[in-house]
């Protein structure tokens, strides 16, 4: 069944198909987060936007119900950190020269506690920035691809720097498109359906939880005629005759496909021209309804 347009559905709905761009705390893992989340809504399911140590805080976009085959989204998209340096020696005069060497692409071997495959891969640092230096501390603004380890990045930068260090606290402020303006404490989501269950108020959930087609901002869209939309619902490719609108997109590239009324339909890559007469347009991924 297709779903209706994101602004006019029920709190259960929203549950349902949502996103929680939720602020971390210190000290349990995104997985147990992720839990919580689940067993607080009373959905079968929820899934975060990329694993967040158990020390680190911030920005964990964390999906809901039906919304969790969204996931391989925050793959797509980049991420920012605040992180602290921690030197292991006074710093030296050209710090700052030496830390703008470190934004370009990096080569990165995983960690051996990491649950990926140890082998060596290139990850792009686009911005790094030092906002700050005390004493033997350097506070950095790092935007990087997703899959990116700080903490071995701090390492690295202290080798090149000759004094050592390590990464002390750590920070997300962004995982596109979410950033940290629009956070929500785990508290506030507990409130907020606490309001709804027993008093029926619900301006303060849709506040907190937003409908999933939220966490599609950053693809490029598709939009799909209703006759379209469910014969995809039921497996079929995106075929150009039913391509209403397009934004432009590289064939290969992931884009997201909706109804006109807004409603996600599905996950794809794009195959074709999609102003074409026939043929396929975006090969299909995902169905999302």
Known sequence: MLRGPPNERTPAELLDFGVVNLDKPPGPSAHQVAGWIRDAADVEQAAHAGTLDPKVTGCLPTLTGAATRLSQVFLEGQKEYVAVLELHDDPPAD?????????????????????????????????LDVLEVRDRQA???????????????????????????????????????????????????????ARWREEGEDDWLREVVRPAERALEHLPAVTVAPSAAAEIAHGAQVYAPGVIDSDDADEGELVA????????????????DPDADAGVAVTLERVLV
Do not use: N, W
Request: charged share 25%.
């Open 139 to 193: 506070l950095l603004r790092i935007r990087c691809e997703s899959g990116t380890y700080i903490r071995k990045l701090c390492h690295d930068i202290g080798l090149a720097l000759g004094t050592g260090a390590h990464m002390g606290d750590l920070r997300r402020t962004a995982t596109d498109p979410f950033d940290d303006r629009t956070l929500a404490t785990m508290e506030a989501f507990v409130d907020a359906l």
């Open 257 to 272: 496909c909706y109804t006109p009324d807004g409603a996600a339909v599905c996950l794809g890559t794009m195959a074709g």
């Open 95 to 127: 710090l700052e020269a030496i830390v703008a060497e470190f934004e370009s692409p990096l080569y990165q071997k995983p960690p051996r506690k990491s649950a990926v495959v140890r082998k060596l891969r290139v990850r792009e640092v686009s911005a």
